[in-house]
């Protein structure tokens, strides 16, 4: 006798994502099935996390990343570097990468990351409105380069703020626009790509060249000291390379990430409080503080700074759903519907990070919920992300309250990265040293 097994679960895309997807996708789906997307349907949206998983891991070597990156056109844009890298060539330079990504490696940076946020902290007035989405760019885009090349002068400092900029833009323009093969177009916004490009080689050169006498404990020194699995040091070539491309997404996507948690440290005081409590301890670190990390990977869930991306096949292929994939098609692999699938995440649209405290919460990962992917070309950055939020979160919470504007609705706009469209603009308070607001009217 057959069991009457639960109708699949239905799913809606909302509105803001089919202007990205194209509006002839249909929005009401059945989780499960896989959604062809646009005129022609060549692309595909799996929505059944088993699918996810096959995609990324049972079977990743027949799935490539996306034409964007992994074209010759593409890699010229992005660095031959680790991220348009794929298959034997992408496993040997991340096995040559991986050390600078261990947890006492990325611990070593501690230090630079709380000094740069001190620094902004300094600069914020008693009663000022700020955007945090900006605030937080400023200080990622400083904790990046500091980071990586130590002190430099104030003037290679705001030309590479620029750069990086620059080729932001050219990235999303890349990515979005209608009109047909953009990016070969000599467009202005590709001169100002391809400047910020040579610019970012250029001082990563010098960089270079400056460490050979005078080495420095930044993430460039420690770059250099990198040997290949065939046991040869990584080419000054390939060197920049991974630096074009760390400064190209090394920020974006925690900048967006702090940007969620404020919004939501905001709307859910009680819950911040839990995660007061934790934070308070001397140096925390990634599994100090399980509330915490509850709460970040929440915030993960319900606005995945990394909301989609792609996946190419190399053969045909069938997903564990049974649909028929074929070397013609685009797998669209989207964060924001998947980590709203109703039989892993009940209420779905609630912020509850107690659901990651729950004993089986590791069987999402990978399948419903993969915020910096899965498999063998998972982000190879996601300890130095969640460090560097325990990092900064207790530091600021500590100086200043941020009281939201009223009239804020914090509709999630799918960019590049997944941020609040118009900002988040908040009034900064000062809190005393037990963590309460100077200002109680400011609630």
Not at 80 to 105: C, D, E, F, K, N
Not at 205 to 216: K, L, T, V
Not at 391 to 396: D, G, Q
């Amino acid at each position: 006798m057959t069991a009457n097994l639960p109708p699949p679960p239905a799913g809606q895309i909302p509105s803001f994502l089919t202007r990205r997807l194209g509006y002839s996708t249909r929005r009401i789906f059945t989780y499960g099935e896989c959604i062809p997307i646009g005129i022609g349907g060549q692309s595909l949206l799996p929505t059944d996390p088993n699918d996810i998983f096959h995609v990324l891991v049972t079977n990743d070597a027949n799935y490539v990343k996306s034409r964007n990156l992994s074209t010759p056109h593409g890699a010229r844009r992005v660095g031959g570097g680790l991220i348009s890298r794929t298959g034997p060539a992408h496993v040997a330079r991340r096995r040559t990468l991986q050390p600078l990504y261990h947890q006492r490696s990325v611990e070593a940076y501690t230090h630079t990351m709380a000094d740069q946020t001190r620094r902004l902290v300094a600069t914020w007035k008693p009663g000022a409105e700020l955007d945090l989405g900006n605030e937080m760019s400023r200080l990622n885009i400083r904790i990046l380069l500091a980071s990586t090349f130590g002190e430099l002068p104030e003037a290679d400092i705001l030309s590479l703020i620029a750069a990086i900029r620059d080729r932001r833009t050219y990235t999303e323009r890349v990515y979005f626009s209608r009109i047909p093969f953009y990016n070969h177009l000599p467009t202005p916004a590709a001169t100002r790509n391809n400047r910020a490009r040579d610019l970012i080689h250029h001082l990563t050169a010098r960089e270079i060249q400056r460490r050979r006498s005078q080495p420095q404990d930044d993430l460039l020194s420690r770059m250099m000291t990198l040997v290949t699995p065939e046991g040869s040091p990584l080419a000054d070539a390939d060197i920049q390379d991974e630096i074009l491309a760390l400064m190209s997404t090394g920020h974006e996507t925690i900048t967006e990430w702090i940007t969620w948690l404020w919004i939501l440290i905001a709307r859910h005081p009680a819950l911040a409080e839990r995660c007061r409590a934790e934070w308070s301890r001397p140096n925390p670190t990634p599994g100090d503080c399980p509330y915490v990390d509850a709460f970040i990977d929440e915030a993960l869930r319900l606005y995945p700074p990394t909301w989609i991306f792609a996946r190419v096949p190399l053969a045909t292929d069938t997903l564990p759903s049974g649909a028929r994939i074929d070397p013609g098609n685009t797998l669209l692999l989207c964060q924001f519907l998947l980590h709203r699938h109703p039989a892993f995440f009940p209420e779905p649209e609630q912020f509850n990070p107690d659901r990651f405290l729950a004993p089986d919460a590791a069987r999402w990962t990978g399948r419903a919920f993969f915020p910096f992917g899965a498999g063998p070309h998972r982000c190879i950055g996601d300890r130095f992300a969640r460090t560097e939020i325990l990092t900064l979160l207790p530091i600021i919470d500590r100086a200043f309250r941020f009281v939201p504007l009223p009239g804020q609705p914090c509709t999630p706009e799918p960019s590049i990265t997944l941020r609040p469209k118009g900002g988040f603009r908040v009034v900064a308070h000062p809190a005393d040293r037990g963590g309460a607001l100077r200002h109680p009217t400011a609630h």
